[in-house]
């Protein structure tokens, strides 16, 4: 086992024995505000195999991690593109940007009472806050990637008389590929935040209605499930993501460094 | 063919109230398979000569025209080498070199076969699926004249190409160019601020002035090389050392120092 894995782990191993010293052992903590390691695993066992808030927890966790993947997947679809178009072009750039202007200071979460007055508590509505939320950072980064590519290497794709399609395959995305993977990270992060929270505000299923609804029952180990799950959630496809990232960025030795790292 | 023509060319740059005139009344021809450099003081416009003949930039004034025809966009007959290489650091060597053939819709196994021969001839057989950033500065530098040189340009355009590489390598890729220049001889517009660089390489040599830039003079080293058998010495440093070569070389100093002085006064 690599040595930073040994560390990271012993670190949580120290963490998860303060917290049953703390709790269950010296009883520092009431059980009513933070649970102690058995009341967690208990609320554990009673989601997985018994259910709670409507579904399993394998249900909870199919529900949520779909709709993530749904809407991460359609704000990236339309925003690389859109990136790429202002980047490349003044005149889109002109056009779009004082929408953006606009839009960009609105918090993501602020479109969550629209989101549920148009489309009510179902998918469509998880999926349009995500949409909004993980969009910009798409965008932002794309554009900013186009931006930075270095001239020399457009003036080289025109010397060589690449057709348009073509640039935009081999030259264009590639070249701005660094940043679009920036974007994407954060979209996805943008993506969690966003669902979790419509989830709170309402749903029938996922991990922020397990969270609602543990809340209204004073139920801190469900609680903190709830945490948890979203929480491997999140790291799992931030790794899945920097996976294909690292592929894709072979050629880069700044990024082949860092996934080294 | 491949003959370049400069006719009254003018570039400014800025705007009208704050122009800046960065080339007046160039005039220069570069007939076929000719091996121009062009020396001058740095921001002496040396480089804007040649984006105009690129494609990458267009004159404010008079023409630029490559075989009797003005230069509208970047064309592959007319190959480019940058000093920052400009190789795609996402594709391999081969993919690089490839490129080029692929836009002309060059057959699969032609491609192969060409990519094959310029390879070998730059000594870059071991290195052709290695990335970029896997190479030296002299290595990526010799993939970006494959690059150029495997497209059969009528023209070769090279902006200081060995500016960015160390003393050792730049001597390396000097006597390999003159191998490959030799061998296969294309029309060369050569920019460098390098003197004996521009002796040693070019058939005429080019000197600009400071900003606006003009052409000073036009110095025809190839007449002298043929007259004392340049060619017939293997090293850089045998032919520096000839009395013909010391000469020009001292006499295109001194013209730069000239003009240094005047931009001082």
């Known amino acids: 086992m690599p040595r930073r894995l040994q560390i990271g782990g012993a670190t949580i191993l120290v963490l998860v024995i303060l917290w049953y010293l703390s709790t269950t052992v010296f009883g520092l903590i009431a059980p009513g505000r933070f649970p102690s390691p058995q009341a967690t695993i208990d609320a554990l066992g009673h989601v997985l195999f018994r259910g709670y808030a409507g579904g399993t927890l394998i249900e909870h966790i199919f529900n949520s991690l779909r709709l993530v993947i749904l809407g991460f997947l359609v704000a990236v679809a339309t925003g690389v593109p859109l990136g790429l178009l202002m980047g490349w072009n003044r005149t889109a750039e002109a056009l779009i940007n004082p929408v953006f202007l606009i839009i960009r200071p609105i918090p993501p979460l602020a479109w969550i009472p629209l989101a549920i007055l148009w489309l009510g508590l179902g998918d469509s509505a998880k999926i349009l806050v995500i949409w909004f939320a993980a969009f910009v950072p798409s965008v932002i980064n794309t554009y900013a990637g186009v931006r930075t590519i270095e001239k020399p290497v457009l003036e080289a794709a025109a010397m060589l008389g690449t057709p348009r399609l073509r640039f935009i395959r081999e030259v264009l995305v590639p070249a701005s590929s660094p940043m679009i993977f920036t974007g994407l990270r954060l979209s996805l992060q943008a993506s969690w935040t966003t669902l979790v929270a419509a989830e709170l505000v309402g749903a029938f299923y996922g991990l922020g209605r397990v969270l609602n609804v543990a809340q209204q029952d004073l139920y801190p180990g469900m609680i903190l499930v709830g945490m948890i799950a979203v929480a491997i959630l999140g790291w799992a496809t931030t790794k899945a993501l920097g996976k294909l990232e690292m592929r894709a960025l072979s050629w880069n030795q700044a990024a082949a460094l860092a996934g080294r790292g | ?265």
């Open chain 2, 1 to 265: 063919m491949g003959v370049i023509r400069f006719d009254n060319v003018g570039r400014v740059f800025g705007s009208k109230a704050k122009p800046f005139v960065a080339l007046k009344d160039i005039n220069l021809e570069v007939s076929n398979k000719e091996f121009v450099a062009i020396v001058g003081p740095s921001g002496c416009g040396k480089t804007t000569c040649l984006r105009l003949v690129a494609g990458f930039d267009f004159p404010s004034s008079g023409r630029v025209l490559v075989d009797e025809t003005e230069i509208r966009r970047p064309r592959p007959e007319r190959a480019v080498v940058f000093q920052q290489f400009a190789l795609f650091p996402w594709k391999t060597v081969y993919a690089n070199i490839e490129l080029g053939l692929r836009n002309q819709n060059v057959a699969r196994a032609e491609r192969e076969d060409r990519i094959r021969q310029i390879l070998e001839l730059m000594n870059l057989e071991p290195y052709r699926d290695h990335f970029p950033h896997q190479l030296s500065g002299g290595m990526q530098q010799r993939v970006a004249i494959a690059r150029a040189y495997v497209l059969d340009p009528e023209v070769l355009l090279m902006d200081e190409p060995f500016g960015a590489l160390d003393a050792q390598t730049r001597v390396v890729m000097q006597e390999e160019l003159v191998r490959l220049a030799r061998r296969n001889p294309r029309t060369v517009l050569f920019i460098t601020h390098a003197v004996e660089e521009a002796v040693y390489l070019a058939d005429r040599v080019a000197i600009m002035t400071r900003a606006p830039g003009r052409i000073k003079e036009v110095l025809d080293v190839r007449s002298i090389r043929e007259a004392e058998k340049w060619d017939s010495y293997e090293k850089i440093e045998d032919v520096m050392d000839l009395e013909s070569f010391v000469h020009l070389r001292t006499h295109i100093w001194r013209s730069l120092r000239e003009e240094k002085a005047a931009a001082a006064a």
